[in-house]
């Protein structure tokens, strides 16, 4: 079978040849700050890829394609070309698409503790320590959002209050959709293509799930 547009691989392609054309340009044009984006965009897309074969992990082309869309959609949309400022719902849908991701990245070490084995612990359970670690996470990145607005005088938290829990509110909405996603795996239900997601990961990392069947 070709692999069509929507193919993860060609989307992770995509996105480096925008990079890559975006970086060129920049550099012609001595914008610096697009040119020092563009890289980054690039290095800290190849981030989780290079630390999972650090340890020995292997990423199903699924998660490399949303590490590198989410990274895209962050750095360079948000920031490069002022996504934040002129979508409202921007930072919305990305602290939500983030919960979403920790959500699964949670429960996959949850699982992953187990050894894969479905039936140590209720699906509920593993399903609720998903969902705290992608709060977990949430909460520490606003507070680092206060400290850098505190100590450095930024402006990462924007409203203040308002914006905080406004991100943490969508940041819970999105850990329960991870965490829903992994005890509906655990049940073998579908939900989406986010169990698809875990399904993929398991496979893919059979000696790290050593008891699952």
Same mark, same amino acid.
């Given at each position: 079978?070709?692999?069509?547009?929507?193919?993860?691989?060609?989307?992770?392609?995509?996105?480096?040849?925008?990079?890559?054309?975006?970086?060129?340009?920049?550099?012609?044009?001595?914008?610096?700050?697009?040119?020092?984006?563009?890289?980054?965009?690039?290095?800290?897309?190849?981030?989780?890829?290079?630390?999972?074969?650090?340890?020995?992990?292997?990423?199903?082309?699924?998660?490399?394609?949303?590490?590198?869309?989410?990274?895209?959609?962050?750095?360079?949309?948000?920031?490069?070309?002022?996504?934040?400022?002129?979508?409202?719902?921007?930072?919305? %849908?990305?602290?939500?698409?983030?919960? /979403? *991701?920790?959500?699964?990245?949670? +429960?996959? $070490? =949850?699982?992953?503790? @187990?050894? &894969?084995?479905?039936?140590?612990?209720?699906?509920?359970?593993?399903?609720?320590? %998903?969902?705290?670690?992608?709060?977990? /996470? *949430?909460?520490?990145?606003?507070? +680092?959002? $206060? =400290?850098?607005?505190? @100590?450095? &005088?930024?402006?990462?938290?924007?409203?203040?209050?308002?914006?905080?829990?406004?991100?943490?509110?969508?940041?819970?909405?999105?850990?329960?959709?991870?965490?829903?996603?992994? $005890?509906?795996?655990?049940?073998?239900?579908?939900?989406?293509?986010?169990?698809?997601?875990?399904?993929?990961?398991?496979?893919?990392?059979?000696?790290?799930?050593?008891?699952?069947?």
């Amino acid at each position: 079978m070709r692999p069509g547009l929507a193919d993860p691989i060609r989307i992770v392609q995509l996105i480096y040849a925008v990079l890559a054309v975006e970086l060129v340009v920049a550099l012609i044009e001595s914008r610096w700050s697009l040119a020092f984006i563009a890289m980054a965009t690039m290095g800290l897309a190849a981030i989780p890829h290079r630390l999972a074969s650090r340890f020995a992990i292997r990423l199903p082309t699924s998660f490399i394609a949303a590490i590198t869309v989410f990274v895209f959609a962050t750095i360079f949309l948000g920031e490069a070309l002022d996504f934040y400022n002129r979508y409202w719902w921007w930072d919305v %849908a990305l602290h939500g698409g983030s919960a /979403i *991701g920790f959500g699964l990245v949670g +429960f996959l $070490f =949850a699982f992953m503790l @187990f050894e &894969g084995d479905r039936y140590a612990a209720p699906p509920w359970a593993i399903g609720v320590i %998903a969902f705290c670690f992608a709060v977990s /996470i *949430g909460v520490m990145w606003e507070i +680092f959002e $206060f =400290a850098m607005d505190s @100590f450095f &005088g930024l402006n990462m938290q924007k409203s203040g209050l308002p914006d905080t829990m406004g991100d943490l509110i969508v940041d819970v909405i999105g850990a329960a959709i991870g965490g829903l996603a992994g $005890f509906l795996y655990l049940k073998r239900l579908q939900f989406g293509g986010l169990t698809a997601m875990i399904e993929g990961f398991v496979r893919a990392n059979r000696d790290w799930f050593r008891k699952y069947r």
